[in-house]
């Protein structure tokens, strides 16, 4: 006699990847954090300070990791924030920025997105291990080293280091006639099994030699479906990502109007423009017509803290 599960021919729908890109300072790296409790009282893992995540169970740490001739090697950590065990597998992958700002993977890139300028990285970045396991809150630090040819022009590279989660071992479940049938199978089956890979990326920013920047703000108020907004233009010329917060402030008030930050523009783009909502803080009957603001992008890259660029508008 057949079995149902011999008889069973499964179509697998092609895998996805929900990949999160983002940006921001450098920050260290904690130990790996104890194996949550097996009991009722489990306590929610405290994540890494300074890492990103995404609709996964994996944590990224630092959020942006910059190399140059000083430092060739640096230490990205993955962190599970869950109380489940989980298998990450470990690439390097190149994307570009758009100039709404978008960032994009090569392989999946609309047509209006040019890729003339980008200068990829992913040719000298070595990395290990390419697959980790982690218990359910614990972290693994993977090291990463740029080895760039001698003859590379002075300028800055760019790729993005990705950790994916691998599908675990799952019951597949009643098949499409069997739940029809209340768990009979009467003839060829077939079903349909869909598991999700999300994954995480941060960009792994590689400089070589020396480096240029320049950086310029357009702003002012503008009307959006969500209420009054502050459109700001960044504009960048040179060899060098900008990469900071932007903070719009008023003139006699402690509280910023309104703050962004780990904005970044990548060297593949010109300007890019940012939208930002008014502080829910700020006390808005001070936007009287005619008072002046000022908005500072303060860089958090190459020289934390400096002034990359500001700019003054006026509340029409």
Known sequence: MITAAQKRKRMFLPIFSLVAAATAALAPLPAAAQDAPASSDIVAPQVPEGSVGGMGDINLYPKRVV???????????????????????????????????????????????????????????????RRVRLLGSEAQT?????????????????????????????????????????????????????????GISIPVIVRVGETTLDVSLDSGFVETPEGLAIAVTISRSGTRSAFGDL?????????????????????????????????????????TPGTTLTVTYIDDDFAPGETLASSNFSVP
């Open 142 to 198: 993977v090291r990463i080293m740029a080895r760039p040819p001698a003859d590379l022009p002075d300028g800055e590279y760019r790729s993005h280091f990705l950790a994916v989660s691998v599908p675990q071992d799952i019951d597949e479940g009643f098949s499409i006639n069997e739940a029809v049938n209340g768990g009979e199978t009467t003839g060829p089956d077939i079903g349909v099994t869909i598991r999700p890979r999300f």
């Open 247 to 287: 903070i719009v402030t008023a003139p006699g008030v402690d509280e910023p109007v309104a703050i962004a930050r780990g904005v970044g523009v990548y060297p593949e783009i010109d300007s890019r423009q940012i939208m930002l909502g008014l502080n829910k803080d700020f006390d808005t009957s001070l936007l």
């Open 67 to 129: 190399i140059d001739r000083r430092q060739r090697i640096a230490s990205i950590g993955l962190y599970n924030r869950t109380i489940d065990p989980g298998e990450y597998e470990i690439s390097v992958m190149d994307m570009v920025m758009s100039p709404t700002g978008e960032v994009f993977q090569l392989d999946n890139l609309p047509s209006d997105v040019p890729t003339d300028r980008l200068r990829t990285a992913s040719d000298f970045l070595r990395w290990s291990p």
